[in-house]
Nanobody, 117 residues
Framework: QVQLVESGGGLVQAGGSLTLSCVAS????????MGWSRRISGQQRELVAT???????TYADSVRGRFTISRDKARNTSYLQMNSLKPEDTAVYYC???????????WGQGTQVTVSS
């Protein structure tokens, strides 16, 4: 069973930056892909970024060029560096993990990111 714990959310002004962290425990193949999703109030959940152990990344169009996902395999930790933040990035961000990008079965508890205008 994989457990994911996020940290790093908070309040930031538009144009600012934040870095989210996610520590995974009980991993193995179930953390082959780590990713980040977000739920904006009143909207469906959006898969923001993923990164496989092999180094393959994917990004949602809404964040490409502004957000960067990375991972420290030794520490089983995933990071989401968020730059040029916009008010529309305000959401609860969740760390995900799973064997493939289409099977991100594990979720963290979520961390709130609020971007003020």
């Amino acid at each position: 069973q994989v457990q994911l714990v996020e940290s790093g959310g908070g309040l930031v002004q538009a144009g600012g930056s934040l870095t989210l962290s996610c520590v995974a425990s009980g991993g193995g193949f179930d953390t082959n892909v780590m990713g980040w999703s977000r739920r904006i109030s009143g909207q469906q959940r959006e898969l923001v970024a993923t990164l496989s152990r092999a180094g393959t990344t994917t990004y949602a169009d809404s964040v490409r060029g502004r957000f960067t996902i990375s991972r420290d395999k030794a520490r089983n930790t995933s990071y989401l560096q968020m730059n040029s933040l916009k008010p529309e990035d305000t959401a609860v961000y969740y760390c995900n993990a799973g064997p493939t990008r289409n099977a991100l079965d594990y979720w963290g508890q979520g961390t709130q990111v609020t971007v003020s205008s």
